[in-house]
C-alpha cells in the first residue's frame, strides 16, 4: 500500500479511503477524528466524532452537548479498528487531550501529529514520538527565526515588571484554550500565590482544567462594575486576547498590555498589536524542535501542513527525507 492510498488531503480535510474517516475535518463529514479542542481542528456538525475524552469533553464545553450525532472516546494507547484499518491516539503535548493519531493497514503507518509540542507543559500529557513511516507534522514556527526562550524566563518577565510597577495592572492576552491555563500555572509554579483575575470567556475552561487535576490557584472574575480602577493596582488580569482590544480593557489601572505567543518573537507583531511586554510562549514546537523530532521519529517520509511548509520540505529533502507540502486549507496559525 502506498501513503496516498491510506490517507489524502481533501478539501474536507485529510481523508482515509479505507477508513472513510477524515482527521480533523473543517466541513462536516460521516466520520471525524479530531487531535485537539482548537475551532480549526474541532468543529461542531459531525456526524461521528472519536477523540480523546477530554477532547470531547471540550468540545461539549465549546459547541454544546449536540456537538456531534454520536460520539466515542479513544483512550490513550488504545488500537482500535475501522473498516480494517488500525488506528491509535498517542500524546501530542499541545493542549489539555491533544493526541496525535496513527493510521495503520497492510504494514504502512502514518502519524498525523495535529499540533504538538515537545517541551514540558505542566497542564497536559507530553509528547510522545511514535515511530512510523510517514509522519505528518505540523509548521507553524518552521522558520530558523523561531527558537522559542525558555518558558520560566518568559513568566519571569512578567512578574518582574509587576514588582516593578506595582501601581499597574498587568493584562495578559492568552487563548482561552490551553495558553491562558498554561500562563496560570507557570505563574503559579514561580512562586505567584497572589489571586489571578480572569475574564469570564476563560472561567468555564479553567474549571475544567482543575477538575482534571491542573492546578490553578485561586482565580476571580476580572470585574470592575461594583468596585474601581484601583482595585486592580498590581493584579495580574488574564484574558482572550480579543478582550483588550476593546472597553473592557479600558477599566483598568495604567493596564501594562502582554501578550503570550510564540508571534511575539517578531516584534513587528507586538507593535502592532500595541503590546508593550511581549511574552514569547508558544503551544507548538519551535524551528529546533520540529527537526529534533522528525531526526528522533525518523521516518522515511514527512508531510507538512498548514505553516511555513515550504523551509521544512527544504531541510528535510537537504538531510534526504522524502517530504511534500499537503497545502491543506482552513487551519489558523494564528490562534496561537
Not at 481523508?15 to 472513510?20: A, E, I, L, M, R
Not at 477524515?22 to 477523540?51: C, F, K, S
Request: with cysteine.
Amino acid at each position: 500500500m502506498r501513503p496516498d492510498d491510506l490517507l489524502k488531503p481533501r478539501p474536507e480535510g485529510l481523508y482515509c479511503p479505507p477508513g472513510d474517516f477524515y482527521i480533523d475535518p473543517v466541513r462536516p463529514v460521516e466520520r471525524a477524528l479530531v487531535t485537539h479542542g482548537h475551532a480549526d481542528h474541532a468543529r461542531p456538525g459531525n456526524q461521528n466524532v472519536l477523540a480523546t475524552r477530554q477532547t470531547l469533553d471540550i468540545m461539549a464545553i465549546r459547541y454544546g452537548e449536540n456537538f456531534a450525532a454520536s460520539r466515542q472516546e479513544a483512550a490513550i494507547g488504545e488500537r482500535l479498528t475501522i473498516n480494517g484499518v488500525t488506528v491509535s491516539f498517542h500524546p501530542a503535548g499541545h493542549v489539555l487531550g491533544s493526541a496525535q493519531i496513527c493510521v495503520e493497514k497492510d504494514g504502512l503507518r502514518i502519524v498525523a501529529s495535529g499540533d504538538y509540542k515537545p517541551r514540558p507543559d505542566p497542564t497536559c500529557a507530553a509528547f510522545e514520538p511514535v515511530p512510523c513511516d510517514v509522519f505528518i507534522t505540523e509548521a507553524t514556527f518552521a522558520l530558523p527565526v523561531f527558537r522559542h526562550p525558555d518558558d520560566r524566563e518568559e513568566i519571569g518577565k512578567l512578574l518582574k515588571s509587576v514588582r516593578q510597577f506595582p501601581e499597574r495592572s498587568h493584562l495578559v492576552g492568552a487563548y482561552a484554550l490551553g495558553k491562558a491555563q498554561r500562563v496560570i500555572r507557570l505563574i503559579r509554579d514561580a512562586g505567584y500565590d497572589e489571586t489571578i483575575y480572569i475574564h469570564g470567556a476563560l472561567k468555564t475552561l479553567c474549571d475544567y482544567y482543575e477538575s482534571q487535576g491542573v492546578a490553578l490557584g485561586p482565580l476571580a472574575p476580572a470585574t470592575i462594575d461594583n468596585g474601581k480602577k484601583g482595585d486592580f493596582a498590581g493584579a495580574i488580569v488574564v484574558g482572550p486576547p480579543s478582550a483588550f482590544a476593546d472597553r473592557w480593557a479600558r477599566r483598568f489601572p495604567d493596564p501594562v498590555s502582554c501578550f503570550a505567543s510564540g508571534w511575539m518573537r517578531v516584534r513587528q507583531r507586538a507593535k502592532q498589536r500595541g503590546v508593550e511586554l511581549p511574552i514569547i510562549l508558544s503551544d507548538h514546537a519551535d524551528w529546533d524542535e520540529l527537526i529534533e523530532t522528525i531526526t528522533a521519529i525518523s521516518p522515511s517520509e514527512v508531510w507538512v501542513t498548514h505553516g511555513r511548509e515550504e523551509a521544512l520540505v527544504r531541510w528535510c529533502e537537504l538531510n534526504g527525507i522524502r517530504a511534500r507540502p499537503l497545502h491543506l486549507v482552513g487551519y489558523e496559525d494564528e490562534a496561537e
